[in-house]
């Protein structure tokens, strides 16, 4: 095992040098590239990194470019997942025929998806590689809708939220279905260790990965990443809208391990109301409409009731 | 940097970074690396930008929440201190400006043509705290 890093704080953490490099093509204001430096200078190891087709993808391949500094691999939608642990069973092999050139260097592997390729594409591979076991990260960057390709719904656009394919009128409110539960999803396969982390929680996020990296098997992170384009809000309100998301419990912040036992890791001293996180948004903009305003009671009595779940699933430890 | 032509590249789906090896990625700067002409930091991205940020450090506490929250890796910190920013990269979006808890805030968007002397000598003056400035809550 190799040491790992130590960040106290944020002056700590801002000695790193990244590994992701500018002048990629992600939008101003974009989350994504947020979440990657924080998961990526939470080590000092070697990095072994996948993409599965989605904005990060196309934004930062985009030839004669790359904007990695790691060993980066992109094959297609689904596999990300599937790539990385390739790689991490070649590993394996090597390492026990003996043939590693630098034996003492024990490098990460990590794959990165949208939610499309997370929630949808790729579910059958990720769920593959976690019943395999293998030694891996698989980190989602949760914007919950396919941005890449103009704004379809995906399986993690809420309740609510018009989408390109589920667009709000005079005849309906937008996407009709909930979102999936993956982190559920991913801790029922017995993961080591799963969590939910956000981009404006840099302590708690990097706490995480850590952790991550750190346990032995398959590793699901669910990160949510705020889509200044497809959320429609001002490219420098990311970190405003992340806090609303978190501070509402839209998105709790907690984490399973091997399972069963799961932790709050986040509580908000003041929690706000739902209403504010979605007025700050303009896929939400027409819940305000009175023929719709039902829909944000419901979005509460929903967040409430998730909140309540964690709460009992944390004190019984199941 | 001259740069190769359209036909001028390698042949293959492999980009290297580096001209070179570097033996410790991680701990090594990006003014020490030697980046190949396919590395995207080779670019730049400043067209983008209508607005950009400017960086008062009279004012700065060197909590480097800009440079944790920065999504394209142009805020320039070095031994925990902030010392400027990269504008080959940064986008303008603006976020530095809205995390900096400072009063008055130490980084602050000016227009593209705004020369860095004029904007320090008009930078505002410390307000009376009179009420929250609510970032992004409308």
């Known amino acids: 095992m190799s040491e790992i890093k130590k960040i106290k704080n944020l002056k700590e953490f801002s000695t790193s040098a990244d590994r992701f490099e500018g002048a990629n093509l992600l939008c101003p204001g974009c989350a994504h590239s947020i979440i990657v430096r924080e998961v990526l200078n939470a080590t000092n190891d070697d990095l072994i990194l996948a993409a599965s087709t989605g904005c990060l993808e196309v934004c930062t391949a985009v030839y004669p470019y790359t904007s990695w500094d790691a060993s980066w691999i992109h094959i297609g939608f689904e596999n990300g997942s599937t790539a990385v642990a390739g790689a991490e069973a070649m590993y394996k092999a090597l390492k026990t025929k003996g043939r590693l050139k630098q034996p003492d260097r024990v490098p990460k592997f990590v794959a990165f998806g949208g939610d499309g390729a997370t929630y ?17 990260m698989y980190v989602c960057l949760d914007n919950e809708v396919y941005a890449n390709t103009g704004g379809q719904r995906s399986s993690s656009t809420p309740i609510g939220a018009s989408a390109t394919t589920t667009p709000a009128g005079s005849v309906s409110y937008g996407e009709k279905k909930n979102k999936k539960d993956m982190v559920a999803i991913m801790a029922a396969h017995g993961a080591p260790y799963v969590a939910q982390v956000a981009p404006n929680k840099w302590k708690d996020m ?80 027409h819940l305000f409409k009175k023929e719709y305003s039902y829909l944000i009671d419901e979005w509460q009595t929903r967040v409430d009731a998730k909140w309540e779940q964690l709460q009992r699933r944390e004190e019984a430890r199941v | 940097m001259e740069k190769a032509g359209w036909d001028g590249f390698e042949i293959g789906a492999m980009l290297r970074t580096f001209d070179g090896a570097i033996q410790n990625i991680a701990t090594t700067l990006p003014e020490d690396r030697a980046y190949s002409q396919s590395s995207s930091f080779t670019a730049s991205v400043a067209d983008w930008r209508i607005e950009k ?47 900096c808890p400072t009063n008055p805030k130490s980084l602050l968007m000016f227009p593209e043509q705004k020369d860095e002397e004029s904007a320090l000598v008009e930078w505002p003056k410390k307000v009376k705290k009179e009420k929250e400035d609510e970032v992004g809550e409308e």
């Open chain 1, 120 to 136: 949808d594409i790729g579910f059958q591979w990720i769920s593959g590689c976690f019943e395999r076991g293998h030694n891996m």
């Open chain 2, 53 to 99: 940020p400017l960086f008062n450090k009279d004012y700065c506490i060197d909590c480097q929440f800009c440079w944790v929250f920065c999504p394209d890796m142009s805020i320039i910190s070095r031994d925990k201190k902030m010392i400027g920013i990269d504008f080959d990269h940064c986008k303008g979006c603006g976020i530095c400006v809205e995390v």
């Open chain 1, 206 to 285: 990097v706490a995480k990965i850590q952790k991550g990296f750190a346990a032995e098997g398959p590793v699901f992170i669910n990160a949510m990443s705020a889509c200044t384009t497809e959320w429609k809000f001002a490219p420098e309100d990311t970190i405003a809208i992340s806090d609303l998301a978190t501070d509402s419990l839209v998105f709790p912040l907690y984490e399973i391990i091997n399972g069963t036992e799961l932790n709050i890791t986040y509580r908000p001293k003041n929690i706000i109301p739902v209403r504010d996180y979605l007025g700050a948004q303009g896929r939400f903009k």
